[in-house]
């Protein structure tokens, strides 16, 4: 009972991304294209309440389900790593026309070809754990 809430949250979500059409490979391809601002309108949403939240979260110390504060650290202002991640994200997200969020939506609507996708993602992020000490971090 105790993840409920998560469940349940998880599930708004997915409704949320199905009905908002991002979720839709049409949708992201009209983006990657730069023939619709409907993608771009949803993200710029969520980034504009991203930040309000932050805000919010650090003027009120408001804190977790359990109680714990809630901190955030200093990011180092390395560039290029985030330019390359960005890179290789990006581009993933538009050869499989989903990003991780609509990915689970999408099996949940139907379209099991997302598992291929999904499984891709986890060996990705596999391999990425054996080699992250490799890498310029």
Same mark, same amino acid.
């Given at each position: ?5 998560? /469940? ?36 710029? =949403?969520? $980034?504009?309440?991203? $930040? ?17 504060? /809630? ?16 890179? +290789? ?23 099991? =070809?997302?598992? $291929?996708? +999904?499984?891709?993602?986890? /060996?990705? =992020?596999?391999?990425?754990?054996? /080699? ?6």
């Amino acid at each position: 009972m105790k993840g409920l809430k998560f /469940i349940l949250s998880g599930l708004v979500f997915g409704v949320i991304m199905a009905k908002s059409e991002a979720i839709s490979w049409y949708r992201i391809q009209e983006m990657f294209r730069f023939q619709s601002f409907h993608m771009y309108g949803i993200i710029g =949403t969520a $980034v504009i309440l991203g $930040v309000a939240i932050v805000y919010l979260i650090k003027k009120f110390k408001i804190r977790d389900f359990q109680g714990n504060p /809630i901190l955030f650290q200093d990011k180092d202002k390395s560039w290029k790593r985030y330019l390359i991640g960005g890179s +290789i994200f990006g581009l993933g997200w538009a050869l499989t026309g989903a990003c991780p969020g609509p990915m689970f939506v999408n099996v949940g609507y139907g379209y099991y =070809t997302m598992l $291929v996708v +999904i499984f891709g993602s986890l /060996i990705g =992020t596999y391999l990425y754990g054996l /080699i992250k000490h490799k890498l310029p971090h």
